[in-house]
Nanobody
Framework: QVQLVESGGGLVQPGGSLRLSCAAS????????MAWYRQVPGKQRELVAG???????NYADSVKGRFTISRDNAKNTVYLQMNSLKPEDTAVYFC????????WGQGTQVTVSS
């Protein structure tokens, strides 16, 4: 059974930084492409960044140059370093496979506001 536990969200001022973490279990993590997604109430969940098992990386245009995805296969964990945060980055952030599994974690809230 896939289990995904996100953490690291919070309230930050515009221009600030946060580092999100996601611990995964129940999957062959090192063989799995992983990604971060985000969702704002009333809108569809969107892909933010993805990283393959070979560390090929893709980003949404809106976060390129500001966000960095990485993974630690020894810890079954994927990270999202978010810099130069903007109010429009406010959302609940989720990690999952890429493409995503049917099961989702609870997500972690990121709020960017002064």
């Amino acid at each position: 059974q896939v289990q995904l536990v996100e953490s690291g969200g919070g309230l930050v001022q515009p221009g600030g930084s946060l580092r999100l973490s996601c611990a995964a279990s129940g999957i062959f993590f090192r063989l799995t492409s992983m990604a971060w997604y985000r969702q704002v109430p009333g809108k569809q969940r969107e892909l933010v960044a993805g990283i393959t098992r070979m560390n090929n990386i893709n980003y949404a245009d809106s976060v390129k140059g500001r966000f960095t995805i990485s993974r630690d296969n020894a810890k079954n964990t994927v990270y999202l370093q978010m810099n130069s945060l903007k109010p429009e980055d406010t959302a609940v952030y989720f990690c999952n496979g890429q493409p995503p599994f049917s099961s989702w974690g609870q997500g972690t809230q990121v709020t960017v506001s002064s």
